[in-house]
């Protein structure tokens, strides 16, 4: 009679470690989900191969092509040291955004892939057909390759993919900082003239001799009057160019100031106006009226004629 209680609890406490062993089982599994699920990966979208241009770096890069979403076109051509715009008189590109695109696209290491098919290029419109901008690097004749930038994943951050490749990268730009526009490349301060030596206006005249300024009528400028107008011409900075209309409606007004300037550089003439409510001025080394911002106009424009030529000394 007592065998079959002892064959009933061997066989209960069998079971019971086949069940405990199922448990632990599942348990390992899921541990091995939760570790796999959150396991540290690296942080940056850059890590993994290089940059978005393996075959370029930015010394051998002597041409850029950037296309935007209207296939509006521009083109940066270095010259020497120099960056120029050819499609706008040929006029100085902002070296500092240059080399910042530049960097941008052969500097700067990738990393992990965020998609790769043909649908994720489409959606994040960095597709041949659909894209926010195209980027194509040259080398003398050379294509060194393509890069299109699409839609923001968020602050400073551009989906990209190399023309050659499927992988879409979530990397370091700001489509905005790669304008199609040449007005927008524009070197600020083309017309900053450093060392004036001469400053002819309608109303009056001042020039350095013998390491003094004086007035046309040999008198001593007011100082802070002279540095304001100096400062001025040594800072100036434009900020775009006129567009086809305002360029002919310029050409048909008079100027509100011309300046004849002297300088160790040589002598200039900027021409100032102001066309509904907006600011420009002319130098004649370039054959564009450019934009000016209504703090420099008004520096140029402002300055009292009276204390310039030394007048208030003689009250």
């Known amino acids: ?9 061997g066989h209960s406490s069998a079971a019971s470690d086949v069940y405990k062993r199922q448990l632990l089982l599942i348990l390992l599994i899921q541990c091995a989900m939760v570790v796999a699920m959150y396991w540290p990966r690296p942080q940056n979208i850059n890590s ?14 002597d041409k850029v092509r950037i296309t935007d979403a209207s296939k509006q076109e521009l083109v940066l051509q270095k010259s020497g ?27 700067q290491s990738e990393e992990w892939p965020v998609a790769h098919s043909a649908a994720a290029r489409q959606r994040f419109q960095v ?32 989906h990209a993919r190399h023309g050659g490749r499927d992988e879409i990268f979530a990397t370091s ?34 020039h350095r001799e013998g390491g003094e300024w004086r ?16 400062s001025a011409l040594r800072s100036l900075q434009v900020n775009g160019v006129a567009n086809e209309v305002q360029t002919q ?27 509904a409510g907006v600011n420009f001025i002319r130098s004649s080394e370039y054959p564009v009226f450019f934009k000016l911002g209504n703090y420099a106009y008004d520096q140029l424009t402002s300055v009292d004629i009276e204390r310039i030529s030394g007048k208030h000394h003689a009250e």
């Open 173 to 206: 730009f700001n489509v905005f900082d790669a304008p199609a526009n040449g007005g927008d490349w524009i070197d600020a301060r083309l017309l900053q003239i450093r060392t004036p030596m001469r400053v002819d206006a309608d109303t009056y005249s001042i």
């Open 127 to 158: 597709a041949d057909y659909l894209f926010q901008r195209r980027i194509e690097l040259f080398s003398g004749s050379r294509a060194l390759g393509t890069v299109y930038l699409g839609t923001s994943p968020g602050f400073r951050k551009v």
């Open 81 to 107: 040291a120099n960056w120029l715009l050819p499609g706008l008189h040929s006029l100085p590109a902002d070296p500092e955004m240059v080399t910042g695109l530049l960097t941008a696209l052969t500097s």
């Open 48 to 61: 993994v191969a290089g940059p978005l241009w393996r075959s370029a770096d930015s010394g051998s890069v």
């Open 215 to 230: 007035s046309g009528s040999g008198a001593s400028p007011d100082e802070r009057e002279l540095l304001a107008l100096l």
């Open 1 to 9: 009679p007592a065998t079959p209680e002892i064959y009933t609890a």
């Open 249 to 275: 409606q310029l050409q048909e007004t008079e100027a509100d100031l011309v300046l004849n300037i002297d300088s160790l550089s040589g002598k200039i003439t900027l021409q100032l106006y102001r066309l």
